[in-house]
């Protein structure tokens, strides 16, 4: 999706393994947000960046790290992965200019990650 | 805490036969309510923004509505390309977005 870049696609851990999912985005914004999505779960939003520099925690931030070091990039890492983060992982940017609602929100094509 | 929840889970529908999905929302002053689609291995894509009671908009054989509790995504007359599921958003204050669980819905030709 021209916009929001995620990488990698696709990764398989195993247990205890760490890994980083990088999100890249040319579309200027200030705000980024990661969420997570199983089976039958919604979006569950794990972390977001209202700005470089900060982050805040969403609603399931237990066992991720996230670091926004400038504007562009917004990662999310995981220092000792475990069978419950299999997921796919969604990285969003809103559509909008800056003052307007963040709501209508733009997805990367996520990161589907499977840890054994 | 801001919650979203989103009624029936899956809907099978003929096509042609309308009908409407639900989302109930509790959060402390809502900023916007969003509904979104997402296709299989998709990301969801954006569909529309609601900010106040009363507020409508229309798209297609799509149509949302938003009461003071609950927003409705009313589909008239679906066609098979409108399966989906379709997802339901809040933001309360400041930058947190919070979905629902989702609606799966499926036409039948």
């Given at each position: 999706n021209a916009g929001v870049t995620q990488t990698p696609k696709f990764q398989v851990l195993k247990t205890g393994q760490?890994?980083?999912?990088?999100?890249?985005?040319?579309?200027?914004?200030?705000?980024?947000?990661?969420?997570?999505?199983?089976?039958?779960?919604?979006?569950r939003l794990i972390?977001?960046?209202?700005?470089?520099?900060?982050?805040?925690?969403?609603?399931v931030p237990n066992g991720?790290?996230?670091?926004?070091?400038?504007?562009?990039?917004?990662?999310?890492?995981?220092?000792?992965?475990?069978?419950?983060?299999?997921?796919v992982y969604f990285c969003a940017i809103p559509l909008g200019t800056?003052?307007?609602?963040?709501?209508?929100?733009?997805?990367?094509?996520?990161?589907?990650?499977?840890?054994l | 805490?801001?919650?979203?929840?989103?009624?029936?889970?899956a809907l099978r529908l003929q096509e042609g036969e309308s009908s409407?999905?639900?989302?109930?929302?509790?959060?402390?002053?809502?900023?916007?309510?969003?509904?979104?689609?997402?296709d299989p291995g998709k990301g969801p894509e954006f569909l529309f923004t609601l900010y106040s009671a009363g507020e409508e908009k229309e798209k297609e054989r799509l149509k949302a509505?938003?009461?003071?509790?609950?927003?409705?995504?009313?589909?008239?007359a679906p066609k098979p390309e409108d399966s989906a599921t379709y997802l339901c958003a809040v933001q309360a204050g400041g930058d947190k977005i919070i979905f629902?669980?989702?609606t799966r819905l499926h036409i039948l030709p």
């Open positions: 760490s890994m980083t999912l990088q999100c890249a985005q040319d579309m200027n914004h200030n705000s980024m947000y990661w969420y997570r999505q199983d089976p039958g779960m919604g979006l972390y977001y960046s209202a700005s470089e520099g900060t982050t805040d925690k969403g609603e991720y790290n996230v670091s926004r070091l400038n504007k562009r990039e917004f990662s999310l890492r995981l220092e000792s992965a475990a069978p419950s983060q299999t997921s800056a003052g307007s609602v963040n709501g209508e929100l733009f997805f990367g094509e996520g990161s589907r990650l499977t840890v | 805490e801001d919650q979203v929840t989103q009624s029936p889970e409407s999905l639900n989302c109930s929302y509790t959060v402390s002053g809502l900023r916007g309510l969003f509904w979104y689609r997402q509505t938003l009461t003071k509790k609950e927003s409705f995504l009313h589909i008239t629902g669980k989702g």
